[in-house]
């Protein structure tokens, strides 16, 4: 098993920057298909980011690519997503995840969970 934890959050200016990190519990992270997820008030979760076990991999929501990037540093068992160029709808409680096994289907079969960090970005 894997415990996520993460960190990072805050409140940010529309435009501006913030970079949430992932620490993970274990000896085998890079045996996990790490993935970013985020979840509005009142509305569903929804993926945003994930990346392969020996990070070579990535895949993004279409609406976040090039404005978010996902990576990860297997010797310290972090996961790591870029925001840039926020905007208010980016506002959301960001969580973090993992899998083993398969990279696809990529937006599912994650098992394992953070807390979740809270983003705000004002306009």
């Known amino acids: 098993q894997v415990q996520l934890v993460e960190t990072g959050g805050g409140l940010v200016q529309a435009g501006g920057s913030l970079k949430l990190s992932c620490a993970a519990s274990?000896?085998?992270?890079?045996?996990?298909?790490m993935g970013w997820f985020r979840q509005a008030l009142g509305k569903e979760r929804e993926f945003v980011a994930t990346?392969?076990?020996?990070?070579?991999?990535?895949y993004y929501t279409n609406s976040m690519k090039g404005r978010f990037t996902i990576s990860r540093d297997n010797a310290k068992n972090t996961v790591s997503l870029q925001m840039n160029n926020l905007k208010p709808e980016d506002t959301a409680v960001y969580y973090c995840?993992?899998?083993?096994?398969?990279?696809?289907?990529?937006?599912?079969?994650?098992?394992?969970w953070g807390q979740g960090t809270q983003v705000t970005v004002s306009s």
């Open positions: 990346i392969s076990g020996s990070g070579g991999t990535t």
């Open positions: 274990g000896r085998t992270f890079s045996s996990y298909t």
């Open positions: 995840a993992g899998k083993l096994g398969s990279f696809y289907p990529a937006k599912t079969g994650y098992d394992y």
